[in-house]
């Protein structure tokens, strides 16, 4: 259906697309955010550099590990170890704030609008910035929720005390052998409700999310749709950005717009109605809310 004809990628002045995409959002019907990894790290969940130092510069000079995505993946040679490593890094990139305030300019864009956010990300921070947590579909999991490792049952649990409690009473890179969190139905070990495998476990929760972005998508066929994506990369674009895609085609109505910093692209097929920046999504965001508030 798409071309591999790509539109070029927008590196000039932004102020021609800004004044495209500030039309867009005031003359459309509705719009569908899709968010990837790139929109937090443009809100300084950064994963590699200085915070990665101050937070796991132990972990780096024992294990050599050098980000904390990696690190994710390390063979840890027992589990107390793992959950200090993990509640870590769930606390701080889950239960503390963005270091700026990029969801926030994006909320004072869209919260008078007819709004629905998808994303993969599983950082919270769109319901920490005050988004409808009803128009939300979180695709990939929450850092805020255990499931079952086997899974033994399709159900999720709060991990917020625990977590908090491993991270203070953590000695060496260890836990306390107590904390280590264990499913309440089977008493196998607890796992993060993050979809990396088949065991991944959508809940009642999630498939009420998955209805209703559904239904809004349903609702809304034919309306002038902005689909606003911001910071979706190419890991799993079957989620987001394909569908964008596709949908903007199927809609003559619709518009597709794309924030993000060397991958701001379009197929062919779209590019009359399609708004690329490679820019920073912060400083886009930032702008347009300055004049939205004025």
């Known amino acids: 259906m798409f071309s591999r004809i790509w539109t070029k990628s927008y590196t000039k002045s932004c102020s021609e697309p800004i004044e495209r995409l500030k039309a867009a959002l005031q003359d459309c019907d509705a719009v569908v955010i899709g968010a990837g990894s790139g929109l937090s790290t443009a809100a300084g969940f950064d994963y590699t550099g ?37 509640s870590r890094y769930i606390y701080i990139n889950r239960y503390q704030n963005a270091p700026k305030p990029v969801y926030d300019d994006l909320l004072k864009l869209v919260h008078d609008k007819d709004y629905f956010v998808i994303t993969s990300n599983v950082d919270h921070c769109f319901q920490k910035a005050g988004f409808d947590k009803k128009r939300l579909l979180y695709t990939q ?33 260890k836990v306390p052998t107590e904390l280590l969190p264990t499913c309440p139905h089977c008493g196998k ?23 209703r ?17 911001l910071g979706v990369g190419y890991n799993t674009p079957g989620i987001i950005k394909y569908p964008f895609w596709k949908m903007t085609a199927e809609n003559p109505n619709s ?26 999504i912060g400083q886009v965001l930032q702008s347009l809310s300055d004049v939205a508030i004025q």
């Open 50 to 86: 200085e915070r990665f130092k101050q937070y796991f510069s132990d972990f780096a000079a024992k294990y050599g590990i050098r980000d904390m995505y990696s690190g994710g993946f390390y063979p840890f040679p027992t589990m107390d170890e793992f959950w200090a490593y993990w």
């Open 141 to 173: 999991g929450d850092y805020g929720l255990f499931q079952c490792s086997e899974p033994c049952c399709q159900e999720t649990f709060d991990n917020e005390a625990v977590i908090r409690e491993m991270v203070k009473r953590q000695n060496n890179m």
């Open 189 to 211: 070990a607890m796992a993060m409700n993050l979809r990396c495998d088949d065991t991944f476990v959508e809940d009642e929760g999630w498939h009420q999310a998955a209805e």
């Open 213 to 229: 972005y559904d239904n809004f998508l349903r609702t809304r066929e034919g309306q002038k749709i902005l689909f606003l994506e």
């Open 255 to 280: 518009t597709y717009a794309c924030i993000n910093q060397g991958q701001a692209v379009c197929p062919q097929e779209i590019e009359q109605r399609s708004i690329c920046m490679d820019a920073d």
